[in-house]
């Protein structure tokens, strides 16, 4: 057997087991994630002979990198205990109320456009973190808040903590002193940065059409799988509100990419898409002319609903929390995300070595092993902070105070064991290059095996190794700076524009990551909702799917031209399949429920 493929089938064998656990025998994350660090860390030892101390560091890496996702989760737990137990969410649900009480347009405004962004001023997975328990307290079952804080970690992430997946994950992840590249550089006319923001742009534009139907799907999904008929086309009456809601936030984005770089496209765009669309619903803008309602808890299938409820932790107050208020700490938390992610000072002073930043060098002497721990820069940081100020605007007293504490610990104590396993085994994958065998790491072994066997196809291949790389690793930026340099070199070597081929990759890296294990785990956590990792997964998958496949056509395209070609057909599949599937699976759900 070619050297390629046996090394490509090891490596994507830890990968396979997660997965097969997850979403076919549905073994809760606590129990499959275990067993496969076991199998990455026998294929890592065994095969690319990596030294037990190596793979020790990973794993020490690893459960660094998981402590400080379990810092962001309790941040956003605490957060979440503080507003309900003041009583501030009966405020907020009231709000909302007044704009509309149809659930549908209220995930799509807290989802897609607060969410959006979130996505922007943060990244780290913050996005799922405070949009899923928000929608639970407002009423959503638990697992439909997380599918919804999951799928809206897709169009707005390439662009998510002001940039980062394209000024570090592309920017660093290219070989800028390449010669091939300074050839491109200059035959572009173009200096490397403007090159770098060229590609934002790109990714930009495909986002901005693949991501035209994700606040749809979110509502489709939603009223598909947990509306109280099980009918998908309850999601499609509202397709005006869904469409214009996307297009708020997606215009935005690609005039800012245009004119101001990667930094802001997500930060701007969400923050313009939720004013716009706040404003108008208030005025009656296609709203629907039908509420939709869940049905009533009692009716829930047990698996939806976690071990918190949308009222745990509530107080009684006869103290009047005005809508300004209840929403101060939220307020404040962007506010903080976003002037530590652009004012310079203050990040150089959250993150200067030996007083806010701790970098570790070598751990256990191995070289390349060298994790950083911002505690003071991290969202959980500002997490408290907005937690703090949330203490003081509701006047809570002491024993209230407590009770927070005491409600968000009880919630997060359930998730670490997953974590603890997820996040090291992700290491052991991408440290694997550090090995005395000679061989590549992992996830680039199984990049060079797809792409030998694609051909010249792999423009339409690009986003699915992105989304590879972010289900992998639970992070764009990484996917970008394990494959950007691949996808460039694989670009040219088949002979069409690599910027494109990039592009597509920083596409499917934001689209692969409602699926990322890690990523479901710790949303998860936020509501409660553990052990039903595999449910999730396998809701949230085919939207990565169509992610990747409307990516990659559009991708294909942008490097083939329009014509008789697998993009142009692609993209004519899912223009008739998507309508056909959501009618087929109404249908089926009428005639499950015996109407």
């Given amino acids: 057997m070619d050297s390629v493929a046996w090394y490509s089938m090891l490596a994507l064998t830890p990968i396979l087991t997660v997965g097969i656990l997850l979403a076919v025998f549905r073994w809760p994350a606590k129990f499959a994630m275990p067993l496969g660090y076991v199998v990455a860390v026998c294929i890592a030892w065994l095969t ?10 990973a794993s020490l890496e690893g459960l660094i990198i998981a402590g400080t996702m379990l810092y962001i989760v309790f941040g956003a ?10 009583g501030a969410m009966e405020t907020i649900k009231t709000g909302f109320d007044r704009i509309s009480p149809d659930r549908r347009v209220q995930a799509i405004i807290i989802g897609w456009c607060f969410g959006s962004f979130i996505e922007g001023a943060s990244g780290f997975g913050t996005t799922a973190a405070v949009v899923a328990p928000l929608l639970l307290a407002m009423g959503f079952p638990a697992m439909a808040a997380v599918m919804v804080g999951l799928i809206v970690q897709t169009t707005p992430v390439s662009f998510g903590a002001v940039g980062t997946p394209i000024l570090i994950g592309v920017g660093h992840g290219l070989d800028e002193s390449s010669s091939s590249l300074q050839t491109r550089l200059a035959e572009k006319s173009m200096t490397y940065p403007e090159y770098v923001a060229e590609i934002g742009l790109q990714v930009a534009l495909i986002h901005a059409v693949v991501g035209l139907l994700i606040p749809l799907l979110i509502v489709t999904l939603l009223t598909g799988l947990f509306g109280p008929h099980r009918s ?9 509100f869904a469409i214009y809601a996307s297009l708020a936030v997606t215009i935005p984005s690609v005039l800012v990419a245009s004119f101001m770089g990667p930094e802001f496209p997500s930060l701007l765009g969400g923050l313009a898409g939720l004013v716009l669309v706040m404003v108008t619903s208030s005025k009656g803008f296609l ?40 929403w101060t ?8 995300l976003v002037a530590t992610r652009i004012l310079d000072p203050l990040t ?24 950083t721990v911002d505690p003071f820069y991290l969202p959980g940081f500002m997490l408290l902070l907005a937690v703090a100020c949330g203490y003081g605007i509701y006047r809570m007293s002491g024993p209230q105070i407590l009770q927070t504490w005491r409600v968000a610990g009880r919630q997060i104590a359930g998730t670490a064991l997953a974590l603890l396993f997820a996040v090291p085994l992700v290491r052991v994958l991408l440290q694997s290059g550090i090995n005395d065998s000679g061989l590549e790491s992992m996830p680039v072994i199984l990049a060079e095996g797809a792409s030998a066997v694609s ?8 986003p699915f190794l992105g989304a590879l790389g972010a289900f992998v690793a639970g992070s764009n930026t990484i996917s970008n700076l394990t494959f950007a340099q691949f996808q460039w070199h694989t670009g040219t070597q088949i002979g069409v524009n690599p910027e494109i081929v990039v592009a597509g990759q920083a596409v499917g890296g934001a689209g692969g990551n409602p699926i990322s294990v890690h990523n479901i785990v710790a949303a998860s956590a936020t509501v409660g909702l553990l052990g039903r990792e595999g449910d999730l997964l396998r809701k949230v998958l085919p939207v990565t799917l169509y992610y990747c496949t409307a990516a990659g056509a559009i ?4 490097a083939h031209g329009v014509g008789w070609n697998l993009g142009t057909i692609a993209l004519a599949v899912l223009a008739a399949g998507l309508p056909a599937a959501g009618f087929w699976l109404t249908r089926r759900s009428r005639v499950d429920d015996g109407q």
């Fill in 329 to 336: 700490p939220y307020l404040v938390l962007a506010g903080l």
């Fill in 77 to 86: 737990l605490l957060l979440l205990a503080t507003v309900v137990g003041s």
């Fill in 287 to 326: 709203m629907p002319k039908t509420t939709f309602e869940f049905a009533r808890r009692s009716e829930w299938d047990i698996r939806w609903s976690g071990r918190m409820t949308a009222d745990e932790g509530a107080t009684t107050t006869t103290r009047r929390i005005t809508t300004l208020q209840a």
């Fill in 348 to 371: 150089e002073l959250l993150t200067r070595p030996g007083l806010t930043r701790f970098p570790l060098e070598d751990l256990l002497g191995v070289g390349g092993i060298s994790p």
């Fill in 555 to 558: 991708s294909y395209i942008l």
């Fill in 48 to 57: 690319w002979d990596m030294a037990p101390t190596t793979i020790a560091a």
């Fill in 232 to 240: 998908f086309a309850d999601g499609l009456r509202i397709a005006p």
């Fill in 455 to 462: 051909g010249g196809l792999w423009p339409f291949m690009a």
